[in-house]
């Protein structure tokens, strides 16, 4: 702890004055973040008709303006896509010996609708003591405060001991065969760009308490995968003044009907039962002693019906699948000749696709429905990586200082990240915390998504300071 502690100091002479909530916006170096934050949110970088090209390339206009030059900054634009481009910083560091640092952000947000929402969704709008607007937390925030932290570094003058790179890339909201994710293509066609000794990326963050600020912080070390199927029942049809026994619908229904009761078993690894042990420390209710007993005897059967009636929480310790889309018949006076459903699963991490498939067949039990692999492209599976004290500890020591009390946990994401894309290098991934939010109101992927301004700039901060540590180191 005595080198952690030395480093610590060295690391906050990057810090302007100590977080707090006692700090103001108007502080010249978040005025200069608030500029870049905006002008972020406020490109339209959608799918349907946004521009990630755009945002990268204002982004590093901002960095050449800092110091940067051309050699260190890559624009890329994947041919036949060019609005899907991307942006790769590569700051060489003095001890070439140190493994690099990969910083992971993308650019790409989630589809939403001016009519469906309170306010204009590309506009970023501040009210009570709230940002408004579509990526403001999902994932413009940590794009522009890892952006921040390079411009902030080269008007200093820090040098980074290690080789820092930055990825800001788009498709990462993509769910369908006609988005390309620009981290796999980043991986696939510039591997000596991306490749690191370790990276940080989304999906960390941390949980909102009930007044304000952190209840908890979260640095995400294991993800589940996901992969979707097609439930297809297929049938001669006919009229439908003749119905038969034999109907298509109703025989995808009653399939479907068994996948809803079909319960993965419990598959916990060292994230997961960290997870259980350290926040079920801190629930003074029923659930928590429930995690806390799991942590201890996974076989436990009590403990896993309790911790299994908590939904979010039934998600960490299984594979789960749940029917998503319905397609049937065609025709009003017709009998169905095709009926189908989309199963999306999230796969627990050593678990493959092929035994979830097993297992969906093996529970549907009827050789008339065909369990098919979804045409969607998929993520690669999901590698956790160790739950490396050299990483942990600083990020927990530079927590305690900018949050105190507030602790700092190892979690298990439910969903997926781009993180997938770099095990294809070997290239260990945590979701860095500090952006902490409160899911039920944060909107994210939804409607009138939102970031609290403390929780923005404190995280800011307690991000930057992270990353100064181990550029320096």
Partial sequence: MKRIALTLATAAAMTTQPAGA??????????????LYKELVETNTTSSVGDCTLAARQVAARLRQAG???????????????????LIVNWAGSNAKQPAMLLLAHIDVVEARREDWVREPFKLIEEGGYFYGRGTSDDKAQAAIFSDTLIRWKQSGFKPRRTVKLALTCGEEGTNERVLNGAGW????????????FAFNEGGGGSEAPGGGPETLGVQVSQK???????????????SSVPKPDNAIYRLAEALLKVRGLQFPVRLNPVSTAYLAQAGALRKDAVGAAMVRLSQQPGDIQATQTVS?????????RT?????????????????????????????PGETAEQTKAAIEAAIADPEVKVLRSKIQERPVAVTPP????????IAAIGAKHFPGVPVIPTQSTGATDATYLSKLGIPTYGIPGLWNDPATSGTHGLNERISADALYRGRDYIHEVVTYFASH
């Fill in 387 to 394: 739950l490396d004290p050299a990483i942990l500890k600083p």
């Fill in 225 to 239: 995968s996901p992969r979707n199927f097609i439930l297809e029942v297929t049938n001669p049809g006919g009229h």
């Fill in 22 to 35: 006692q700090d103001t916006p108007q502080r010249p170096d978040r005025t200069a973040f608030h500029d």
């Fill in 186 to 197: 980043a991986v696939d066609n510039l591997p000596e760009q991306m490749k690191a000794g």
């Fill in 68 to 86: 940067f030059t051309d050699r260190e900054l890559t624009l890329y634009v994947p041919p036949d896509r060019p609005r899907d481009g991307g």
């Fill in 309 to 317: 009636g908590d939904p979010s929480l039934n998600a960490i310790l």
């Fill in 320 to 348: 789960t699948c749940v029917a998503t889309l319905l397609d049937a018949g065609h025709a009003a006076n017709a009998l169905p000749q095709r009926a189908t459903a989309s199963i999306n699963c999230r796969i627990a």
